[in-house]
């Protein structure tokens, strides 16, 4: 109970941080580089994302499932207010949430297959970018949000909160190089987990 007190405590004064942060400047702070006093370690956004199961996803006019892009990037902006920041993040970054190194996948697909580009996501190689230029953070240092929201319902019935470095771990599977890397999650692993939240491939209950 105090390890569970202590995630909840921390988690809790690093949100009122963002919080207070994210309204003192123009620029949204969700793509400012990663700061180690502002980011959150993995059990921390296990328990500040879990509003997040049951969660439907978005539809159009029509009740149609929002395309992919349209989908992740609402999200996303889900994800972040979770975390206490007020303004969505923008589009097309990596990884879509710099400011918490998290790359936010949301899938509601029967299928699913998880797109990591063109690195493996346990590649040692420092991301060569402006805002890294600090961080010097490597591909596998990425930690990631898969949200599984499947049919028929397509409301978020698994989350899993990982780096990189442990995603073959998880899956058991590592991913596969095609046009880009790409790893398959199975129904049968969906329906084991189904209601929980996974930190770094062990069930969170905080």
Same mark, same amino acid.
């Given at each position: 109970?105090?390890a569970?007190?202590?995630v ?31 980011i ?5 956004l296990?328990y ?5 199961m049951?969660?439907d996803?978005p539809?159009d006019g ?9 989908k ?18 923008g589009?097309?970054? +990596? ?6 190194l998290?790359?936010v ?10 797109? +990591? ?5 346990a590649?040692?190689v420092v ?23 499947p049919?028929p ?9 990982a780096?990189g ?17 790409q ?5 049968r ?14 069930r +969170?209950?905080?």
């Open positions: 109970m105090a569970k007190n202590a909840r405590n921390i988690a809790e004064g690093k949100k009122r941080n963002v919080h207070a942060l994210d309204l003192a400047d123009g620029e949204p702070l969700a793509n400012a580089p990663a700061d180690p006093a502002t959150y370690s993995l059990d921390e296990a500040l994302l879990k509003p997040l049951g969660l996803a539809r029509q009740d149609r499932i929002l395309e992919v892009r349209p992740g990037h609402w999200f996303e902006y889900e994800v972040v207010k979770c975390l206490g920041y007020h303004y969505p993040t589009a097309g970054l +990596f990884p879509d949430i710099r400011h918490q998290l790359e996948k949301h899938h509601t697909g029967k299928a699913v297959t998880i797109d +990591f580009g063109h690195h493996h996501p590649s040692k991301i060569d970018a402006r805002w890294n230029e600090k961080a010097k953070a490597m591909i596998c240092d990425i930690r990631y949000l898969i949200a599984l929201a049919p319902e397509f409301k978020v019935t698994v989350l899993v909160l780096t470095a442990q995603i073959d771990k998880i899956f058991g599977v590592s991913p596969r190089q095609t046009i880009k890397y790893l398959g999650i199975s129904p692993w969906r329906e084991e987990h189904k209601g929980q939240i996974l930190v770094s491939g062990e +969170f209950d905080g």
